[in-house]
């Protein structure tokens, strides 16, 4: 059994992985040049959303069965995990949105009128019906990153703040800096809002299937919303369009005119690493394995993605789902 690996790179990939491995006895090193996780990666980003079955609309059956891993793994780290379900509306005009949603998807039930009213009162005055997914769930991912830094930190891991090449036993954990040696990584920019409005409570995600701009707002607590998110084929990084931003804005708009009201706390933009398939890879090469590809998924994925990881190293519980063996 490998006894120490080093891991490159701690965005949510590396540090997932490296809490497996350390509960496996393995010892680790992390290194990243960054100082801190929100420093430079894609994963300070996201919204956290825990949306396995929301996903399935557009990806493939890896990402509903192995992201519903994902919400009891996070609590076991110490996270708080809202299991709340999430809903999924439309705006009156675009009710055929709605029904293609529920066919292509599993997970939920309809709910209309004073149930809806019940779940969220804020919605109800404007939407009438929602699909309703009971199963799925949100954490705040920038508390979810700094907590597991934190408990890696406490249980022994070693954090180096550098970008040299590591020798020995090494997992590539680095997001889309990678593409130096995994050709077919792609970005794909996401751009996101953050609001403070005390008009508008909501206490689950919401998705508004609007044709042109589709949104979900996270609730982070405190009146604090998460917009989110474009998906445009770009690897620009750090910059976020006035026009993405203002169809994030009027896609909220259209969900509740209060939003109007909210202050502009954040603008956010990263690019997500991808490949072809949109699935994540775990590629073995002889002692460096790479761990990437988490597109949408990073919070959703990576509990199962690290587990399958650990298990590679540890030769417990070793799985070719996902794994790529690169004898080139
Ligand atoms: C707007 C937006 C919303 C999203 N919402 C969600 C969501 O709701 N749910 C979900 O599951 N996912 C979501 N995602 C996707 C998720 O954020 C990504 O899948 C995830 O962040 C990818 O993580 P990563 O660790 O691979 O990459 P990163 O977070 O980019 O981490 C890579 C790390 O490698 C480091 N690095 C770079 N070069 C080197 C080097 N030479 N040596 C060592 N380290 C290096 C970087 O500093 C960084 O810390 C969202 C993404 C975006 C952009």
Excluded at 248 to 257: E, R, T, V
Aim: hydrophobic share 40%; aromatic share 6%; with cysteine.
């Amino acid at each position: 059994m490998t006894e120490a690996v080093t891991i490159r790179g701690a965005g949510i990939v590396g540090l997932c992985v490296a809490t497996e491995l350390i509960n496996r006895g393995v010892a680790v090193t992390l290194r990243d040049p960054a100082p801190s996780p929100g420093a430079h990666g894609c994963s300070w980003w996201a919204g956290g959303m825990l949306a396995p079955f929301c996903e399935g609309f557009t990806a493939e059956e890896p990402v509903v069965r192995l992201g519903q891993q994902a919400a009891d793994w996070w609590q076991a780290q110490g996270v708080e995990v809202i299991r709340r379900g999430s809903l999924v509306v439309t705006l009156q005009r675009d009710r055929r949105e709605l029904d293609q949603f529920a066919r292509r998807t599993t997970g939920h039930r309809l709910v209309t009128g004073e149930d809806l009213a019940a779940l969220e009162p804020h919605l109800a005055d404007r939407h009438d019906r929602a699909l309703y997914f009971t199963d799925e769930a949100h954490i705040d991912p920038r508390a979810a990153l700094l907590h597991l830094r934190k408990r890696l930190e406490d249980t022994g891991a070693r954090f180096e703040q550098s970008d040299a090449a590591p020798t020995g036993p090494v997992i590539d954990c680095r997001g889309l800096a990678a593409q130096d040696t995994l050709p077919d990584l792609r970005g794909v920019k996401g751009e996101m809002v953050i609001l403070r409005s005390r008009d508008v409570t909501l206490t689950r995600p919401v998705r508004l299937l609007h044709p042109r701009f589709p949104l979900y707002i996270v609730p982070r607590g405190d009146g604090v919303f998460m917009l989110g998110a474009t998906q445009i084929e770009s690897e620009e990084k750090g910059r976020a369009s006035a026009r993405s931003v203002m169809e994030l804005l009027s896609a909220a708009y259209a969900l509740h005119p209060a939003f109007g009201e909210a202050e502009v706390m954040e603008i956010g933009a990263d690019a997500r690493p991808a490949f072809p398939d949109n699935l994540p890879r775990i590629t073995r090469k002889d002692e460096m394995i790479h761990v990437n590809g988490l597109f949408r998924h990073g919070f959703l994925l990576s509990p199962a993605v690290a587990r399958m990881t650990a298990g590679l190293v540890t030769r417990e519980n070793e799985t070719s789902e996902l794994v790529h063996e690169d004898h080139g």
